[in-house]
């Protein structure tokens, strides 16, 4: 893959996908800039070499073609206050306009485009329409790490329409692979992984690699219950995979087997119903009331999960320990970010992974106190399993 610093966009109109797929409130403002300002060092590199821009991106979710709230002329105000210069929007990234505002894009300027999901042909990864993205410009920029993994259009499919030697990784996204090949290739030990969230089959392919390779591995959310009926207890109203169960006791067996300290969580925050103004208590995990839910770590865990966090080297965290986005069922959640926060502070390399956990992570406060944030949940997880990016592979 070539890199952005091995190239000179002198004279360049570079078409750069970039991951502007960022969360807005019910008055369409931004809530979290993160992927805006990921994405400025590679756009600045552009034009200090005297190169122009086109944007690329997705937003959102859209069915059926344009819609306000995933237009991307709601990020034009916010990228001219990143950029300190005029974004130009040219609207339909097919239309007439677009490709004319493209054409006589002059040196130093930046155009945006709107969302490529307004079309379907862009999640179908369809060849002539990235064929058609591919007029845009005469050399193509990769810098959406948080889309590498899905073979969509303008992430995997439009680079073939250049040739090898304009087909470049963003800043953005050789950090983020240089700072997972630094977890996953040159860990410092203690090693610790937390791992959180909903679902153990989402992070079934993540948990198997990291038990070659980390020394602890903290189990939290609901999918911590699916492990504690593997043990033979009882969760109540908890969130619970039953077609998992067999997979949880397994997964525990192999981290005996070879020697990692799988800690799942020994209490619970518990609430007799999904909402914040629910009642409220303490209990073990293997001892939940029938009526009763458990929605975050409990005390206990808190204390014995900071503490492992706390004294390690290297750590990975991926998932929050309860529903953070309820005040009453928050604290599990911050305590492993202070803890995280802490051991960076004292030495260690934190990588956080995205999604959830990088939310948590800047809503807590604690972003410029751990190592690196990544911006990509699903693209980080892929990339840890040891599975190919469709998005890196096709820069060749």
Same mark, same amino acid.
């Given at each position: 893959?070539?890199?952005?610093?091995?190239?000179?966009?002198?004279?360049?109109?570079?078409?750069?996908?970039?991951?502007?797929?960022?969360?807005? *409130?019910?008055?369409?403002?931004?809530?979290?800039?993160?992927?805006?300002?990921?994405?400025?060092?590679?756009?600045?590199?552009?034009?200090?070499?005297?190169?122009?821009?086109?944007?690329?991106?997705?937003?959102?979710?859209?069915?059926?073609?344009?819609?306000?709230?995933?237009?991307?002329?709601?990020?034009?105000?916010?990228?001219q206050?990143?950029?300190?210069?005029?974004?130009?929007?040219?609207?339909?990234?097919?239309?007439?306009?677009?490709?004319?505002?493209?054409?006589?894009?002059?040196?130093?300027?930046?155009?945006?485009? #709107?969302?490529?999901?307004?079309?379907? $042909?862009?999640e179908?990864?369809?060849?002539?329409?990235?064929?058609?993205?591919?007029?845009?410009?005469?050399?193509?920029?990769?810098?959406?790490f948080?889309? !590498?993994?899905?073979r969509?259009?303008?992430? !995997?499919?439009?680079?073939?329409?250049?040739?090898?030697?304009?087909?470049?990784?963003?800043?953005?996204?050789?950090? $983020?692979?240089?700072?997972?090949?630094?977890?996953?290739?040159?860990?410092?030990?203690?090693? @610790?992984?937390?791992?959180?969230?909903?679902?153990?089959?989402?992070? %079934?392919?993540i948990?198997?690699r990291?038990?070659?390779?980390?020394?602890?591995?903290? %189990?939290?959310?609901?999918?911590?219950?699916?492990?504690?009926?593997?043990?033979?207890?009882?969760?109540?109203?908890?969130?619970?995979?039953a #077609?998992?169960? *067999?997979?949880?006791?397994?997964?525990i067996?192999?981290?005996?087997?070879?020697?990692?300290?799988?800690?799942?969580?020994? *209490?619970?925050?518990?609430?007799?119903?999904?909402?914040?103004?629910? #009642?409220? #208590?303490?209990?073990?995990?293997?001892?939940?009331?029938? @009526?009763?839910?458990?929605? *975050?770590?409990?005390? $206990?865990?808190?204390?014995?999960?900071?503490?492992?966090?706390?004294?390690?080297?290297?750590?990975?965290?991926?998932?929050?320990?309860?529903?953070?986005?309820?005040?009453?069922?928050?604290?599990?959640?911050?305590?492993? !970010?202070?803890?995280?926060?802490?051991?960076?502070?004292?030495?260690?390399?934190?990588?956080?992974?995205?999604?959830?956990?990088?939310?948590?992570?800047?809503?807590?406060?604690?972003?410029?106190?751990?190592?690196?944030?990544?911006?990509?949940?699903?693209?980080?997880?892929?990339?840890m399993?040891?599975?190919?990016?469709?998005?890196?592979?096709?820069?060749?």
């Open positions: 893959m070539k890199t952005l610093d091995q190239y000179n966009f002198a004279g360049h109109r570079a078409v750069v996908r970039v991951d502007f797929n960022v969360p807005l *409130d019910d008055e369409l403002r931004i809530t979290d800039d993160t992927r805006i300002r990921a994405a400025t060092p590679t756009i600045r590199k552009i034009l200090a070499d005297g190169g122009s821009v086109v944007l690329l991106s997705h937003m959102g979710r859209p069915k059926g073609g344009p819609d306000k709230k995933n237009s991307l002329r709601n990020l034009v105000l916010r990228l206050q990143e950029y300190g210069q005029e974004v130009k929007f040219g609207g339909d990234v097919l239309g007439q306009e677009a490709t004319d505002m493209a054409n006589n894009l002059q040196p130093g300027e930046i155009l945006l485009l #709107d969302n490529v999901r307004f079309y379907a $042909e862009e179908k990864g369809d060849a002539a329409f990235a064929q058609q993205l591919a007029r845009l410009g005469d050399v193509y920029v990769n810098d959406a948080g889309a !590498a993994h899905r969509h259009a303008s992430t !995997a499919v439009m680079a073939q329409y250049f040739g090898p030697e304009d087909r470049v990784g963003g800043y953005l996204l050789q950090s $983020e692979l240089d700072n997972a090949q630094k977890v996953l290739e040159h860990p410092e030990h203690p090693f @610790t992984a937390i791992m959180g969230g909903a679902k153990i089959s989402d992070k %079934i392919e948990i198997e990291l038990l070659d390779k980390v020394d602890n591995l903290l %189990i939290g959310g609901a999918m911590a219950y699916t492990f504690s009926v593997a043990e033979g207890g009882s969760i109540g109203n908890s969130l619970l995979e #077609d998992k169960v *067999d997979l949880a006791a397994s997964l067996q192999k981290a005996k087997d070879k020697g990692v300290n799988l800690v799942l969580p020994g *209490d619970s925050i518990i609430a007799t119903r999904f909402a914040n103004d629910a #009642d409220i #208590d303490v209990a073990g995990n293997h001892t939940i009331p029938a @009526t009763w839910m458990g929605l *975050d770590i409990g005390p $206990e865990s808190r204390e014995i999960f900071a503490d492992i966090i706390r004294n390690s080297k290297t750590i990975l965290w991926n998932g929050p320990m309860g529903v953070f986005e309820m005040s009453n069922f928050s604290l599990g959640t911050e305590y492993v !970010a202070r803890a995280v926060a802490e051991a960076t502070e004292n030495g260690a390399y934190s990588l956080i992974g995205g999604g959830d956990s990088a939310a948590a992570v800047n809503q807590l406060g604690f972003a410029d106190r751990v190592s690196y944030i990544s911006t990509g949940g699903g693209a980080l997880l892929e990339y399993e040891g599975k190919e990016l469709p998005g890196v592979a096709a820069l060749g």
